[in-house]
Structure formats: structure tokens, C-alpha cells
């Protein structure tokens, strides 16, 4: 099968997270994504790419969409969790504009030729108040100096087609589209290891990284929400100004007017 050249690299990092080094990242990330993902509501939620990350399995909206250029095989179902969309192209989403409530992106702008044009497509489909959580390859770390070695020596250890994109760019592009970042979050500060035994005795690197290199993580995850300038919300509107009554007038001057005219008793 022929693949749009937006998909073929987001395609080779799937044998990648099943490598030792995969897996250590795909855990810290499939919990980060549960509780970043459990307290957002909606209606339509969906997940671009790499179905082996589960970003919506913990949201509990009514609707999620994995778009993927996978064709099921004869006889395979879609998940539970998952309704699965076939697309030809990520830059294109066949989804109506403001429709979906929050859209996910796990790793999928540093292996496109199009990050630009995909972010525009989620700012599209997505409605006003809408969120959008990204993944991504932290190039200020560890693992970023050993991809940058391994391409020199041949050896890569990162899938050989990633172009790491830094959180300080990704929010720059985010702001030009409205999108408000919400929180962001670095994670997978052990060694450039590929041994299992290696890696989980580095487990003990993450509440140490949170602490003091908190941005030198192997990965990032950022959440921001789609902003559309010139909408407020309509709320009641309580006057504080006290209520003036009218003025009275004295019953006793009433009566000194009369006895003034001759009328009074």
C-alpha cells in the first residue's frame, strides 16, 4: 500500500515503541495522557495517529475518533474506544469545522512534512473552548544528543526520521493560531539507554528531574486551548447601585398650606 508522505514516517515509529526504549517512553506517556485526558469533556474527542499510543482510553466522551491510514484486515472491529476514521492525509481532516471538542497529536508533527498545515487543520475542526494535547521529542535532552551522534556514526537511536520541534517553537505557532497553552509537562529524563534493566533502574531520574532540570526531559506533552477573540460569555448582570425611592412630602405641610388659603378647620 502507498502511503501519503505525511504518514510514511509517523508509520515507522511503531516498531520503534516496541524497543526497549520505546516502551519506557510510551508508559510514562499512555499515564500522562490518562490524567490529562480524564476531566475533559465534550462530545467528540480524536486522536491523530500512532493508534499503539491509547490517548483516549480515560476520556469519557461519547464519541473518539482514531483517524489512521491503516485499512482494517477482513474480520478485525475498531475497539471500543475507538471509532476508526481512514484518511489519506493528516493535513486534511475529514471532520466539519468547529465539530470535535478536543483533538490529540502523539508525535506526529516531528515525523510530517506538514506540522504547519496539520496544526491548521486541528485549529479548524476544532470548536471554540476546544483543546488540543501534543507529544513531542524534547531536542534539549539526553536523547536528542544521542540521535544527533548515531546520524554521524550511523547508529541512530530515535526513529531516523524525526525533526525535533522544542516547546518554546511549538508555543510560538500555537499562539499564532489562537491556541492558548494551558500546561505543559517533560518527562522521560533517564539515560539514552536501550537495556530494559538499564532504564528501570534509572526510574528513580524522574521525581529528580521533575525537581531540578525540569525541561531537559527526552519528551514533551502540551495542552492549549483553541481562543476566539471577541466571544464572552453572557452572564446575569447584578446592579450593586441601591434602589432610590421617590421623594415624600411631609402630611404637616400639607396641612400648613391649607390653613394658608382659609380652608382649614
Known sequence: MEYPSSQKFIIALGPWLQTPTGSYMLEWEQARLD????????????????????????????????????????GETPSAQNSVVVTHDFAELPFASQSLDLVVLPHVLEFTAKPHQILREVERVLIPEGQVIICGFNPASLWSIRQTIGRMSGVHFLPQSAE???????????????????????????????????????????????????????????????????????????????????????ATNKIHKADRNGTGQ
Not at 37 to 58: C, E, R, S, Y
Not at 215 to 224: C, D, I, K, L, N
Not at 226 to 231: A, D, E
Open 35 to 74: 490524567a490529562m485526558t480524564a476531566d475533559i469533556f465534550g462530545f467528540h474527542a480524536m486522536q491523530i495517529g500512532v493508534p499503539q499510543i491509547k490517548a483516549l482510553q480515560a476520556n469519557r466522551m461519547g464519541h473518539k475518533w482514531l483517524t489512521d491510514s491503516l485499512v482494517p484486515e477482513a
Open 164 to 250: 525535533f520541534i522544542s516547546l518554546l517553537r511549538l508555543k510560538d505557532w500555537l499562539k499564532l493560531l489562537n491556541m492558548e497553552v494551558n500546561r505543559s509537562h517533560f518527562g522521560c529524563y533517564a539515560p539514552p539507554f536501550t537495556s530494559s534493566k538499564c532504564l528501570h533502574r534509572s526510574a528513580f531520574m524522574e521525581k529528580a528531574g521533575n525537581r531540578w532540570w525540569p525541561y531537559f526531559g527526552a519528551v514533551y506533552m502540551v495542552q492549549a486551548i483553541k481562543r476566539v477573540k471577541g466571544m464572552n460569555l453572557i452572564c446575569p448582570v447584578f446592579s450593586k447601585q441601591p434602589i432610590k425611592a421617590g421623594r415624600g412630602v411631609p
